[in-house]
């Protein structure tokens, strides 16, 4: 037997799933973060879901990993001191970056610049050119490029970064700078922007570089640490990491490309929510990713995730390909309070996080919080499991009092106040990844994961008037079932920055066959063979003058069938769809990108046994809890109890180890064949 091992490292806990490759069966656990060492935390579940499963180390074939290392490091400034190289006269270019300053007019007053990833006297100029074409006009001084990275070496930099104008297009300097800074550098990495981000557009490309070169040295010690830990236990199985696209790369590629780890966290989820769709026959959905601090919002279309070309971490925005993800301050662990200027209630982004935590956790906590509210509205029992876990509810509505006595309402109206907000707050994040970007939410299911996404999902759902409301299984290690069933992904891109009536498709099938041969070679050096490969194709695509494009895929056939007029066809639908008009401008094709995938985990869910619709066998005991503006009797359940086809009137609540769903009065969820509960209006 073989098995496959999600992991998910959290600021509180470390999420893991033992997946059977064989049959499906699945083992799930959670364990403290070690932030000081997180190789350590991730050892310990290993060990643990091991024992739990009666198998060794040995028998994990797949160790698959979603990590936050590389957001971190970048949103704290943990990054490594990054030295610069570029062409003469381009010294500046990180300073000047796109002249942006955000705000209203005066924003050019009050607005503190952030610090350059490469400071300035980090940075150097090197002569040499190449032109628009790709071709040497001025050669390189190999003297000088000794002397500068010399200097830089004896500045005490810890990373390199080598971006020359137009390399794009033929990167011979940067590697020939390359070659000379790993003679006199040895021990100092360096990443070469035509490698990279081999595209058009000297700030981005030089910015994604220089992001990649920062985070390189703090995320080759994480990757080699945790590979040394793992096969210290004999966990000799491959070890890949999660990238920003929600595909998965080597170890070995995330020490050099780490640049594609930057939203690797959020991924997970998003994959997850995918293989969850694909076996409950759900094929449209919103996600609800609710952890302690935030929550996490993306768009599924025919169980595909959305995409984008840039990565937004902190004040950055680097380009590189990444899952649509939003993300708003509301969580659990978001505290509420009613500022003096305005007097009104206000919830988050502040949180109590991991320590103290919300009141009712017990670790002292004094601010009241979205899960003391659901506390004190009997949607969290305070005894859980049996009582092996218990909230403190004295406290909770001890600390919601305070809100309710600074606006003169009763205990539970603010409670309530407070959960509507924070739903509202979750609407919002909601509508920027549907209604504004031209899609109609009612075509879509809303699935509620993360610890606290159950709780919100059935009230959100009626907000958006996204049914069903799903609650999958084991909601709240979702992002590590999405680690372990994702599939391997590569891609590299090309600038072609041409008008549509100035090439024609042989020329363009051309080039994507180039790259897409390139992307392939890559996967079967991971050991995947050529058949097991998919090869897919995109285009971006712009009206001529525009200074963004449109990302549109599109496969060979479909290429060779309807030409390029089919591609501008498909543009001017998908602009229409996304900023309701279109232009009479020519179109230009700005970039082509071949991407490879390595097989999917053909891998069916596990399905329940079937009920007979009546869940009496799951009930725990009956329970009060507040809804409609009164008391109201409600009935909760063990979740692992629950037979296919159980049908839970509302309201009720549903727990389980990791996560606790509420079905809302006038509502009604469902137990599918794999154990999802979809919750409709009754």
């Not at 570089?209 to 040394?228: E, F, H, I, Q, S």
């Not at 409950?280 to 070309?309: F, H, M, P, W, Y």
């Not at 891609?491 to 041409?498: L, W, Y």
């Amino acid at each position: 037997m073989s098995y496959r091992l999600g992991v998910d490292v959290g600021g509180t806990f470390t999420d893991l799933l033992l997946l059977d490759q064989e049959n499906g069966n699945f083992w799930r656990h959670k364990t403290p973060s070690t932030p000081q060492d997180s190789s350590q935390g991730i050892l310990n579940g290993v060990n643990a879901i091991c024992q739990e499963a009666s198998i060794s180390p040995s028998g994990i074939e797949f160790f698959l990993h979603g990590t936050t290392v590389a957001t971190n490091a970048m949103l704290e400034g943990k990054g490594a001191r990054v030295g610069l190289i570029t062409t003469d006269g381009y010294r500046q270019i990180m300073q000047i970056a796109r002249s942006f300053v955000p705000g209203g007019l005066a924003g050019w007053i009050v607005w503190p610049k952030p610090e350059p990833l490469a400071a300035l006297e980090d940075s150097f100029e090197i002569a040499g050119r190449i032109n628009a074409q790709g071709e040497e006009i001025t050669p390189i001084d190999e003297k000088e490029i000794s002397r500068v990275l010399e200097d830089l070496k004896n500045s005490g930099i810890e990373a390199l970064t080598v971006s020359l104008v137009n390399s794009y297009l033929n990167g011979a300097h940067e590697i020939r700078v390359g070659e000379l800074a790993a003679e006199i550098m040895p021990d100092i990495p360096f990443s070469l922007s035509h490698q990279v981000l081999p595209e058009m557009q000297e700030y981005e490309r030089t910015l994604t570089t220089v992001a990649n070169a920062a985070v390189r040295p703090v995320v080759g010690k994480y990757v080699r640490n945790l590979r040394d830990s793992l096969r210290s236990c004999e966990m000799n199985g491959s070890l890949s990491l999660l990238r920003s696209d929600g595909g998965l790369m080597s170890s070995e590629k995330a020490e050099d490309h780490p640049v594609s780890l930057l939203m690797s966290g959020p991924a997970g989820g998003v994959t997850g929510a995918i293989w969850v769709g694909r076996n409950a026959g759900i094929k449209n959905i919103l996600t609800l990713d609710v952890g302690g601090t935030s929550t996490d919002v993306a768009l599924i279309e025919n169980l595909e995730a959305r995409r984008q070309r840039t990565t937004e971490v902190g004040h950055l925005s680097v380009r590189a390909s990444a899952l649509d993800v939003k993300t708003v301050g509301a969580g659990g662990g978001s505290i509420a309070y009613v500022p003096e200027l305005t007097g009104a209630l206000r919830v988050g982004p502040e949180s109590a996080g991991a320590v103290p935590g919300p009141v009712a956790y017990g670790k002292g906590g004094t601010e009241p919080t979205v899960t003391d509210a659901n506390v004190v509205l009997g949607y969290l029992p305070e005894s859980l499991l049996g009582g092996s876990f218990t909230l403190d509810r004295e406290g909770a509505e001890k600390s919601i009092q305070k809100i309710a006595d600074t606006l003169g309402i009763s205990l539970m109206e603010a409670a309530r106040g407070i959960i509507d907000i924070v739903n509202e707050n979750m609407f919002g994040a909601l509508r920027m990844i549907s209604v504004q970007q031209g899609y109609d939410p009612r075509h879509f299911a809303l699935m509620g994961f993360g610890g606290a996404g159950p709780l919100h999902v059935n009230a959100v759902a009626r907000l958006m008037d996204s049914w069903p409301a799903v609650s999958p299984v084991s909601p709240g290690v979702l992002c590590a079932l999405g680690d372990a069933t994702t599939r391997m992904r590569t891609e590299t891109a090309r600038s072609f920055s041409r008008r549509f009536n100035e090439t024609d498709e042989a020329e363009v099938m051309g080039l994507l066959q180039e790259i897409s041969a390139q992307t392939r070679a890559e996967l079967m050096e991971e050991g995947i063979a050529d058949e097991d490969i998919t090869s897919l194709f995109e285009l971006d695509v712009r009206y001529e003058g525009q200074a963004f494009e449109v990302p549109l895929s599109i496969d060979e056939k479909s290429l060779l069938a309807d030409g390029l007029a089919g591609v501008t066809d498909r543009f001017d639908e998908e602009h229409r769809r996304l900023f309701t008009f279109n232009m009479e401008s020519a179109h230009e094709l700005v970039n082509i990108r071949a991407v490879a995938l390595g097989p999917e985990l053909d891998l069916p869910a596990p399905k329940l046994k079937s009920g007979n619709g009546d869940p009496a066998a799951a009930k725990i005991r009956d329970h009060q809890l507040w809804a409609d503006g009164k008391m109201q009797a409600a009935v909760i359940y063990d979740r692992s109890k629950l037979l296919a086809g159980d049908v839970i009137p509302g309201p009720a609540i549903v727990i389980e180890m990791d996560s606790t769903t509420l079905i809302e009065a006038d509502c009604v969820g469902t137990v599918d064949q794999v154990g999802n509960i979809l919750i409709n209006l009754a």
